[in-house]
């Protein structure tokens, strides 16, 4: 459950590198996992299309990539132990730090969290 409103953004396309304008949760930016923060990328925006880090079919559009995470203690964001929330991964990089090694733990909104998979970027020309 989100603290608060959704805020501006950068997202980072993993096929050609641009960089979309996205709206996030502001604990999206806070995802910690192995010590890797889940950052926006460095440079301007660069394209014209948006990211989104819902799933429709948008034309014109960029479906963010995600990282699937396991709730493991409740904390002060109403999260449920052991429901599964999947929060979009800013930079191509990062999504493969959090990945590897397998079931890593991190923090995301005051609960303890673990990587359990992910879900691909799709481009929608």
Excluded: C, W
């Excluded at 889940?38 to 925006?45: K, Q, S, T, V």
């Excluded at 109403?78 to 923090?107: H, K, M, N, R, W």
Aim: no cysteine.
């Amino acid at each position: 459950m989100s603290t608060g409103e959704f805020v501006a953004a950068k997202y980072q396309n993993g096929l050609n590198g641009d960089i979309h304008p996205i709206r996030i949760q502001p604990e999206t930016l806070g995802l910690t996992i192995g010590q890797i923060v889940n950052g926006e990328p460095a440079g301007a925006i660069d394209s014209d299309l948006r990211a989104f880090s819902s799933s429709r079919n948008r034309r014109g559009a960029v479906n963010a990539r995600k990282v699937g995470l396991e709730i493991l203690t409740s904390g002060p964001n109403g999260y449920e132990v052991g429901s599964t929330i999947y929060v979009p991964v800013l930079i191509p990089e990062t999504l493969g730090a959090f990945l590897l090694p397998a079931d890593q733990e991190g923090t995301y909104n005051g609960a303890t969290v673990k990587v359990i998979g992910s879900s691909p970027e799709r481009v929608n020309p």
